[in-house]
């Protein structure tokens, strides 16, 4: 490994040693989704850290540190050593490195355990990068694992750590692979921003960063002939002090890419149940940069064609994650907010679970026949959250040239259903906090699972790839999402050709332009629609019945639609609760029946609360409060807030959902 180093010391030393004092792209194109504010994709997560952000500079040049500490080196009995920093102290982001002598980390599985100290909450602890926050004082211990091909070593390595200093704090230090994005943030001290930050690096690899946020700076990892440490200072003014720190990135070398259908580097992950009998098979099918063709049915089957699948064990059997925080948190959702088994039904029409850190937005897929989640849906502690990459997933603002945008949101008792977290705060969240947000996605990409893949049809799949199956179906129009449009089709064509500037990044005409938003209303009330999403394409219209149609029913959850001008959100139609309209029962009775035959449509749907109309002429906000007072008031997220500041919130538009190509035959 490259690494920065200033001395090498021996285990036994450094348990002495004294304090010292102070992004992605896949293969094939995905369809991208406008915003407004305009956030990357207007989707549903409480805190995407995209939002508001648009496209950034292109990253630049920075100079080389005046000085720096980098790291020390540790050696112990064997192969494997450590790098350590200079100090440690209080309340600090930290790191420790392992390193195999002479050998690239590829390949290698690494557990690291807390074996002295005040405890210290691991986020990365299957990584070679240990990153944590040292909570106080004191002497720290930490073994770590690792083991592999003709390797099976662990070793111990001790660090102490000093008293509060005055010094910026930039989370967090990690590992990448070559070629994917990274992000850092410098932390706020007290809640207050940091001024003038400036950026340097001190290691044998050039780095160019996007500054166009320097408490957030971006950059894509360098390719590296073998693992590289990379390290970057920051240097900000703070109450008339200057205050600077350090944060080192592993970016490792990886095999070259190979997969036409992953051909931009992804982050390394593994099943979550390293027990699993699928647990070989589960990452090289369904993430990987070595995927050469869709592997077979036999191989990695979907969940409910297995027997005895429909428990949480057999989900959590495919879960595949870059870090164990990710599956534990999923793990805990199913077990405690799916008291209905809703979620382990429907994920019985998948392969595989995926929820990396460089997965943005979430998607299912059906050349692998996986779900892909956003792990910032998943996340409970600050330490998970500095896990995930920041990179923002770029979309170009569609849409920009209409005079309208139809925005939604969920809502329940007279406010926003779940509450959003700026990623500059360090909070923490319940399960009572990330429920409803996680739910309402995993309706929506499981409902496009099932609508290709029901399980009443599992029995009849002879493969030998599910892509072979999903022609077999689309070839006869077998799909829920084509049967539907024999129910009750979607017949606007002013929708559809809006739908395609607004979600595909068509180039609106002159007709198109001109349409105020009165006239949108007259077309999407003519029509059968519960979104304005539904008409960019059948696929998406059965999701979106779906999504909405369960978050009432279960969480008594309702999702808000208008038509507004695009600056001042000037309500011109709206609806609470529109899946409740009669004129919608049959199609999203259909669709219930085909994908929770469980359940009877047409009595949930009748069950669900009548639509509440807004007031045309106010704003989006003010029709915030348009339910009867005496709904019960209990809350779902302990986030949510009825304060004016709250309620300013980046509009959404459309769906934070990924549609992914097919592959030809």
């Not at 009595?603 to 915030?624: F, H, K, R, S």
């Not at 709904?631 to 500041?645: A, G, P, R, V």
Request: glycine share 4%; net charge negative; charged share 20%.
């Amino acid at each position: 490994m490259k690494t920065l180093f200033n001395k090498r010391i021996s285990a036994e030393a450094a348990i002495q040693k004294p304090y010292q004092g102070a992004t992605k792209k896949f293969a094939m194109s995905s369809l991208v989704i406008a915003t407004v504010m305009l956030s990357a994709c207007g989707g549903s997560s409480s805190d995407s850290s995209s939002d508001g952000q648009t496209t950034p500079d292109n990253a630049l040049p920075i100079n080389t540190c005046d000085t720096s500490s980098g790291l020390t080196i540790v050696d112990t009995t064997s192969d494997l050593n450590f790098n350590i920093e200079q100090s440690y102290s209080a309340g600090q982001s930290a790191t420790v490195i392992a390193n195999i002598n002479n050998r690239d980390s590829a390949g290698l599985t690494y557990q690291w355990q807390q074996t002295s100290g005040p405890d210290v909450s691991l986020s990365s602890e299957n990584s070679p990068v240990l990153s944590f926050i040292i909570p106080s004082s004191g002497n720290y211990s930490f073994t770590a694992n690792v083991s592999g091909p003709q390797i099976d070593l662990s070793e111990t390595v001790s660090i102490t750590a000093g008293s509060a200093i005055n010094q910026l704090n930039i989370n967090s230090d990690h590992q990448v692979v070559q070629g994917n994005g990274v992000s850092l943030r410098v932390a706020r001290i007290n809640e207050q921003t940091v001024d003038e930050i400036e950026w340097c690096y001190f290691s044998n690899q050039a780095v160019e960063l996007d500054l166009t946020d320097p408490e957030r700076p971006l950059f894509t990892a360098p390719s590296v002939s073998s693992d590289s440490v990379i390290g970057l200072k920051a240097t900000g003014q703070f109450a008339g002090e200057t205050l600077s720190d350090e944060v080192f990135v592993l970016v490792t070398n990886e095999s070259a890419i190979t997969s036409p259908y992953f051909d931009q580097p992804v982050a390394r992950t593994y099943s979550y149940n390293s027990a699993s009998v699928y647990s070989a098979n589960a990452s090289d099918c369904v993430y990987s940069n070595q995927l050469n063709q869709t592997c077979d049915i036999a191989d990695l089957p979907l969940i409910g064609q297995v027997s005895n699948s429909e428990n949480i064990e057999s989900v959590m059997e495919r879960v595949v994650v870059s870090h164990d925080w990710m599956g534990e948190n999923f793990e805990t959702f199913l077990k405690q907010s799916d008291p209905n088994s809703d979620f382990i039904k429907l994920l019985q029409s998948v392969t595989a679970v995926v929820i990396s850190y460089d997965v943005r937005p979430s998607f299912y897929w059906v050349a692998t026949g996986a779900i892909y989640l956003d792990p910032e849906y998943l996340w409970f502690t600050p330490e998970q959250r500095d896990s995930i990459n920041e990179a923002p997933d770029y979309r170009s603002d569609f849409g920009n040239d209409l005079q309208f945008i139809m925005p939604w949101r969920y809502v329940k008792d007279n406010d926003y259903a779940y509450g959003r977290i700026d990623r500059a705060v360090r909070q923490t969240r319940t399960l009572t906090d990330i429920t409803p947000s996680l739910a309402s996605l995993l309706y929506h990409e499981l409902a496009h699972a099932n609508d290709f893949f029901p399980r009443s049809i599992h029995s009849t799949l002879t493969g030998p790839t599910l892509i072979d199956d999903f022609y077999r179906r689309t070839d006869n129009n077998a799909l829920i999402s084509d049967q539907l449009q024999n129910v009750d089709p979607l017949t606007s064509s002013e929708m559809y050709g809006l739908a395609g500037v607004s979600f595909q990044g068509e180039t609106a005409n002159n007709t198109q332009k001109a349409y105020l938003p009165n006239d949108v209303t007259s077309f999407f009330l003519t029509d059968h629609a519960n979104d304005y999403y539904a008409y960019s394409s059948t696929r998406e219209d059965a999701a979106m019945l779906f999504e909405e149609s369960f978050m009432s029913h279960r969480y008594q959850i309702q999702r808000d639609v208008a038509v507004t001008d695009p600056t001042k959100l000037i309500v011109d139609w709206g609806q609470r609760g529109r899946i409740g309209s009669p004129e919608l029962l049959d199609r999203a009775a259909f669709v219930i029946d085909q994908i929770m035959p469980e359940e009877d449509g047409k009595t949930l749907l009748n069950n669900l609360p009548e639509p509440i109309n807004m007031t045309a002429g106010q704003d989006w906000d003010d029709n915030l409060g348009i339910s009867p007072s005496s709904q019960s008031l209990s809350k779902i997220s302990s986030l949510s807030t009825t304060d004016n500041n709250a309620q300013r919130r980046p509009v959404q538009i459309g769906r934070e959902h990924r549609d992914m190509p097919i592959p030809k035959r």
